[in-house]
T-cell receptor, first 115, second 112 residues
Framework: ETGVTQTPRHLVMGMTNKKSLKCEQH?????MYWYKQSAKKPLELMFV???????ENNSVPSRFSPECPNSSHLFLHLHTLQPEDSALYLC??????????????FGEGSWLTVV | AQSVTQLGSHVSVSEGALVLLRCNYS??????LFWYVQYPNQGLQLLLK??????LVKGINGFEAEFKKSETSFHLTKPSAHMSDAAEYFC??????????FGAGTRLTVKP
């Protein structure tokens, strides 16, 4: 059991569908992240939120839309995705502040298949 | 900009043999270094990390890593591999808030 919970664990969607991935962290952290993990590629940072404010968007296509209503919850809204968007999407959280040695804690991921 | 390079995308060892997974980093400032493990169908779990102080860091499941500034390395070792160690291992470097850079990963296979 981790302090970062992701739902659903598996999602199959058509290219015209709209779906959302949900993440909740129970660690009292002030930062949350979305990462994309594809086969044979390094982990890609997609979005970063600090105190509910988006502080980083790594050139992610607009068909991915994040939402952070509070420091414990993070969503990734998906619409008109492409087959190449099929991947494992990992949510993570950390406590940011002085220094940069803080650990980033990951959820178990949401497997997304776009058909 | 900081980055990490993991040498070898696949490493295979026999059960009971030494595990050595290599990681070299590039950073213009003192780095914070991490090793994560990912078991099949799971997220990343922290194995160990180096921030300051002792350069030999001990982690979970009998793993340890040594920070060698002169070699810009942070290799992960375990004296005796167990079948349950089969997983993907990621080295990561961090110098700023919110900015953690991951290596491409090394898949460890343990043969009976």
């Amino acid at each position: 059991e981790t302090g970062v919970t992701q739902t659903p664990r598996h999602l199959v969607m058509g290219m015209t569908n709209k779906k959302s991935l949900k993440c909740e962290q129970h660690l009292g952290h002030n930062a949350m992240y979305w990462y994309k993990q594809s086969a044979k590629k390094p982990l890609e940072l997609m979005f970063v939120y600090n105190f509910k404010e988006q502080t980083e968007n790594n050139s992610v296509p607009s068909r991915f839309s994040p939402e952070c209503p509070n420091s414990s919850h993070l969503f990734l809204h998906l619409h008109t995705l492409q087959p190449e968007d099929s991947a494992l999407y990992l949510c993570a959280s950390s406590q940011e502040g002085r220094g940069a040695g803080n650990t980033i804690y990951f959820g178990e991921g949401s497997w997304l298949t776009v058909v | 900009a900081q980055s990490v390079t993991q040498l070898g995308s696949h490493v295979s060892v026999s059960e009971g043999a030494l595990v050595l997974l290599r990681c070299n980093y590039s950073s213009s400032v003192p780095p914070y270094l991490f090793w994560y493990v990912q078991y099949p169908n799971q997220g990343l779990q922290l194995l160990l990390k180096y921030t300051t102080g002792a350069t030999l860091v001990k982690g979970i499941n009998g793993f340890e890593a040594e920070f060698k500034k002169s070699e810009t390395s942070f290799h992960l070792t375990k004296p005796s591999a167990h079948m349950s160690d089969a997983a993907e291992y990621f080295c990561a470097v961090r110098v700023n808030n919110n900015d953690m850079r991951f290596g491409a990963g090394t898949r460890l296979t343990v043969k009976p």
